[in-house]
């Protein structure tokens, strides 16, 4: 790229990213390899729920998901830890149903600035972690030097499936608000997007009753879906692709 300048077809180009000569979002597709994933569930409040999803979606579960991902190795960005809290949710009169992510947090900037450039998640800096301490599973999700998030699952006592896991709602499909205003602050972008993981290889899988410990922070509120029963958790290791998505809503065009 050296002694070169920038073309318009290029900027016209679906998956361009800034700076020009050394991107920071990545185009699709990117493939994610040897993720191990502590997914933790509990029941909450149902109006806590329904209050955090934006309309027209409704709610189809009082459970909540909060996965903790070790990123082992993801094209573009390298290692990081993610973790995604869910709950389950539907379109009405659509038939698209699915779960819709009111928290996100990593520790890459890239996949902070990919989630809310293409996806519209609201992804925010943290740190999530997971690790085997002796005979348990810990994973916390910190924010601003606090553990919003600690969970412990026992470390590979009963074997499974991801399906028991679906079962409370299909995580697999994820379901965003995207917000995204003109430099004159008029509205450009507000959808509801979706996306699915494609060539998803699941290499091993764990449950068992988990438990669930949520701190407050102003800046990280996953309190607000309060833990009212622990369920089971699952550790489970697996290969994915990140695809492109689609958008179910167009609130502008509405």
């Given at each position: 790229m050296t002694g070169r300048r920038l073309t318009v077809e290029e900027i016209l180009q679906g998956g361009f990213s800034t700076p020009w000569d050394a991107p920071m979002v990545p185009p699709f597709p990117f493939s994610f390899r040897d993720v191990e994933v502590l997914t933790l569930a509990w029941r909450t409040d149902?109006?806590?729920?329904?209050?955090l999803l934006p309309p027209p979606?409704?709610?189809?579960s009082d459970v909540v998901l909060a996965h903790i991902?070790?990123?082992?190795?993801?094209?573009?960005?390298?290692?990081?830890?993610?973790?995604?809290?869910m709950v389950g949710c539907r379109l009405p009169g659509t038939g698209e149903a699915g779960s819709y992510s009111p928290y996100l947090f990593l520790s890459s900037?890239?996949?902070?600035?990919?989630?809310?450039?293409?996806?519209?998640?609201?992804?925010?800096?943290?740190?999530?972690?997971?690790?085997?301490?002796?005979d348990a599973w810990v994973g916390t999700?910190?924010?601003?030097?606090?553990?919003?998030?600690?969970?412990?699952?026992?470390?590979k006592q009963r074997r499974d499936r991801i399906e028991s896991l679906a079962a409370h709602f299909d995580f697999a499909t994820n379901i965003n608000l995207k917000a995204i205003d003109?430099?004159?602050?008029?509205?450009?972008?507000?959808?509801?997007?979706?996306?699915?993981?494609?060539?998803?290889?699941v290499?091993?899988?764990?449950?068992?009753?988990?438990t669930v410990e949520l701190r407050p922070n102003i800046q990280a509120p996953v309190y607000r879906l309060p833990v009212r029963e622990m369920l089971d958790g699952f550790y489970w290791r697996a290969d994915f692709t990140l695809a492109p998505g689609r958008i179910l809503h167009d609130y502008l065009a509405a």
């Open positions: 149902p109006e806590a729920v329904e209050r979606l409704e709610p189809t991902y070790k990123m082992n190795d993801t094209d573009w960005l390298g290692p990081y830890g993610e973790s995604n809290i900037d890239i996949g902070v600035s990919h989630g809310r450039e293409v996806h519209g998640q609201p992804k925010k800096s943290g740190i999530p972690t997971l690790e085997a301490r002796g999700v910190a924010r601003n030097g606090i553990d919003v998030i600690t969970g412990t699952l026992a470390y003109h430099i004159d602050g008029r509205p450009a972008i507000r959808q509801l997007t979706a996306r699915r993981l494609a060539e998803v290889a290499h091993e899988c764990w449950s068992g009753p988990c």
